[in-house]
C-alpha cells in the first residue's frame, strides 16, 4: 500500500500541529492516512487508497458519508446563510423533536460539541443542588474538560486525581470514580458523602471503552440509588442517543434520567451538543436562571439542519431496525470466525456498535486492561492493510452506518478472517 503522500503530510504536521494532529486519537503509528474524500461506507486517502470506514468519525456519521439527504439539506442552508447570531426556527423544530423522542427532556440547550454539552449538564447539577461532587464511571469518557479529566483515586471512596497535567488537584478532588456495573461499590462512595454529590454522571453503555454492556437491571439500580440519595442522575448518550433506539439508551433500557447529554448522530456530522432534562432544573440556566451558559456556535444553523434531516432518515420505518439486525449478522458472523480459529476473543456489541477484544467480554474498565491491546493493534494495521479502517485502539468502539451494504460487510468478514492471526 503506497502511503508517500500521507507520510510527508505528518511529516510536515509534526511541525506544525501539536502532537502533528487535531486529536489525540487520529496519531496513528508510524503515521495516520489523510483523508482526502468520502462516500457512503468509504475513505479515500491522498494517496487514493480506499478503506471502508467503521470508525465513521467515531460515531456522527449513522448514515455513511455524503448522505444526498444531507447534503442537499445542507446546500440548502448555505443559500440562506450559515451563522446569525439570533434564534432560527430550525431549533425550535429540531428541539420539538428531541422532546418528543425524550420525554426525560422538558428544556433543552444546543451547544457545539458533547464536551461543552457534559461540562454544562454538570455544572446545572451542580447550580442546582448547590454540592459540588460528581461520580463518574471508570473509564467512561465525557470530553476533555477538568471535571471529567479524572481517574480513580486508590480504593472505591477516595477523591479523584487530575488525569491530565493543568487539572487543578481542587477541581479533580470533586470527582469521585466508580467501577461500572458495580452498585455495591456505587452505595458505598454515596453512603461516604452525604449531601455533598451533585450528581452522578454515566454513559448508559461505556461507549469509550469498547464498548462494555450494562448487566441486567445494573441502569435501574444506578437509577433507584441516586434518587434514594438524592443525587441527580445525568445519562451521557452522546455516542448512545438516538442510535440504541430513537430515544436512546434511556428508551432502549427504559430508565429516566434528570439530566441528558446528546452530540455527534445529531447534528448529522457537523459539531453539535445537546443538554437538557427536568424543567426545574434546566429553568435555572440564564437567561431565566443564575447558571451561565453561553456560545457564539449554539444553535449552528448547518448543524441544525443536518441534525433535522438525520432524524427524517432514521424515523423512516425500519431503517433502525435494519441497521441494528444487519450489525448484529456481523458480530455473528464475526463469532463465528473467532471459535472456528479457537481464539479466545470476544465480540462485543449493541445496535450499530461493536468491539473485536482480544480477550474475554469485560465488564468493567479493570476487565478490559487484560485484552491484549498490543494485538489487537496489530490486527488493526493487518485490517488497514486490507483496506478496512478499524478504531485504531483496542478501547474505542467500531460502528456501522445504513451505507454499510451487505457486500461492503461481506468483504470486511474475509479480510477479518484472513488478518485475525498474524
Ligand atoms: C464523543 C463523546 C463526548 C465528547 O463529545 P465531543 O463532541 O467530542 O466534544 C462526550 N461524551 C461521550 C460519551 C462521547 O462519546
Not at 460515531?59 to 447570531?85: D, F, S
Request: charge should be negative; aromatic fraction near 8%; glycine fraction near 12%.
Amino acid at each position: 500500500m503506497n502511503l508517500e503522500s500521507s507520510k510527508k503530510l505528518f511529516n510536515k504536521a509534526r511541525g506544525l500541529l501539536a502532537g502533528g494532529v487535531c486529536s489525540p486519537v487520529r496519531a496513528i503509528s508510524p503515521h495516520p492516512f489523510y483523508t482526502a474524500r468520502a462516500e457512503g461506507p468509504y475513505l479515500w486517502d491522498e494517496d487514493g487508497n480506499r478503506f471502508i470506514d467503521y470508525c465513521l468519525a467515531y460515531g456522527p456519521m449513522i448514515l455513511g458519508h455524503r448522505n444526498p439527504i444531507i447534503v442537499e439539506a445542507i446546500n440548502e442552508q448555505l443559500r440562506k446563510g450559515w451563522l446569525y447570531g439570533t434564534p432560527t426556527e430550525l431549533e425550535v423544530k429540531l428541539a420539538e423533536r428531541i422532546t418528543r423522542l425524550y420525554p426525560s427532556i422538558n428544556l433543552l440547550r444546543f451547544v457545539s460539541t458533547g464536551t461543552e454539552a457534559t461540562m454544562a449538564a454538570i455544572r446545572v447539577a451542580r447550580g442546582g443542588s448547590g454540592r459540588d461532587k460528581v461520580i463518574k464511571i471508570e473509564g467512561g469518557f465525557h470530553g476533555a474538560h477538568d471535571s471529567v479529566l479524572v481517574k480513580a483515586g486508590s480504593g472505591a471512596t477516595t477523591l479523584g486525581i487530575p488525569d491530565s497535567k493543568g487539572v487543578p488537584i481542587d477541581t479533580a478532588k470533586n470527582t469521585l470514580q466508580v467501577p461500572y456495573n458495580d452498585l455495591d461499590a456505587l452505595e458505598k462512595v454515596l453512603r461516604s458523602f452525604p449531601g455533598e454529590i451533585a450528581a452522578m454522571i454515566m454513559e448508559p453503555v461505556l461507549g469509550n471503552l469498547g464498548p462494555i454492556l450494562p448487566r441486567e437491571g445494573y441502569l435501574n439500580g444506578v437509577r433507584d440509588l441516586t434518587e434514594e440519595h438524592d443525587v441527580l442522575l445525568i445519562f451521557d448518550e452522546v455516542i448512545t442517543g438516538f442510535r440504541l433506539s430513537l430515544g436512546g439508551a434511556q428508551q432502549y433500557y427504559g430508565v429516566k434520567p434528570d439530566l441528558t447529554t446528546l452530540g455527534k448522530i445529531i447534528g448529522g456530522g457537523f459539531p453539535i451538543g445537546v443538554f437538557g432534562g427536568r424543567r426545574d432544573l434546566m429553568e435555572q440556566v440564564a437567561p431565566d436562571g443564575g447558571i451561565y451558559q453561553a456560545g457564539t456556535f449554539n444553535g449552528s444553523p448547518m448543524s441544525l439542519a443536518a441534525g433535522l434531516s438525520t432524524l427524517d432518515v432514521l424515523e423512516r420505518v425500519d431503517v433502525l431496525q435494519k441497521l441494528n439486525s444487519t450489525s448484529e449478522e456481523m458480530r455473528r458472523a464475526m463469532r463465528e470466525i473467532i471459535e472456528d480459529m479457537g481464539l479466545g476473543y470476544s465480540v462485543v456489541g449493541i445496535a450499530s456498535m461493536f468491539k473485536v477484544f482480544f480477550g474475554p467480554e469485560p465488564t468493567d474498565y479493570f476487565e478490559s486492561l487484560r485484552c491484549d491491546k498490543v494485538g489487537y493493534l496489530e490486527f488493526f494495521h493487518r485490517m488497514l492493510e486490507s483496506g478496512i479502517f478499524l478504531t485504531p485502539s483496542q478501547y474505542e468502539t467500531d460502528f456501522l452506518s445504513i451505507s454499510h451494504s451487505s457486500d461492503v460487510i461481506e468483504a470486511t468478514l474475509e479480510a477479518f478472517k484472513l488478518n485475525l492471526k498474524s
